[in-house]
């Protein structure tokens, strides 16, 4: 039998590993009951179109603060990537060192002919409009990279991009002042 006791003790072993994580679990409780209520509200609002798809990842980025990316299907409160609907956002990762940047994006039940992969020189935008899976991504660069100098490899749903940095021109040049 559970007891008041034990509940409490899983609200505060997960009301740490959230705090852990950076994450509000009123506000994300506050979020759902809203949906919710809108939900009942206007039943005909919501538009169901196949299955629904969310997920998030979570690492240690390199200044050693977690890093939580969302990725899937379902509309929201995301602003780090632009919205389209009907697509999913694919699970990407981001790794750079001095000369290049590298992106890999997991793409399952894609092939390769229906991939469009542009990149110019700050961002990335990753694009798969055709069969039953369509995904979009933007990926903006913190640096400006070649887009001249890009490789792209394809293999069992996972796409790695290798974007090479644009070298600097020196610190600048010198001004006589008068």
């Known amino acids: 039998m559970v007891t008041r006791r034990d509940e409490d003790d899983w609200d505060e072993i997960f009301r740490e590993l959230y705090e852990e994580f950076g994450l509000d679990m009123r506000r994300i409780n506050n979020e759902i009951a809203r949906f919710w209520e809108s939900v009942m509200k206007d039943p005909d609002k919501i538009k169901i179109s196949g299955p629904y798809v969310y997920g998030f990842s979570y690492k240690i980025g390199p200044d050693g603060k977690p890093v939580f990316q969302e990725f899937g299907n379902v509309p929201g409160r995301r602003s780090l990537y632009e919205e389209r609907e009907g697509y999913r956002e694919p699970l990407t990762d981001i790794n750079e060192d001095k000369n290049n ?44 990279v ?25 610190t600048g040049r010198s001004v006589k002042i008068d």
């Open 146 to 170: 070649d887009s001249n100098k890009v490789t792209a490899k394809f293999t069992n749903g996972i796409l790695d991009v290798t974007v090479q940095k644009k070298k600097s021109e020196g």
């Open 101 to 144: 940047i590298y992106v890999t994006f997991e793409l399952p039940g894609v092939n390769k002919e229906d991939i469009s992969l542009t990149v110019s020189d700050n961002n990335m935008t990753l694009s798969v409009d055709k069969g039953a899976r369509k995904y979009y991504k933007n990926v903006n660069f913190d640096s400006e």
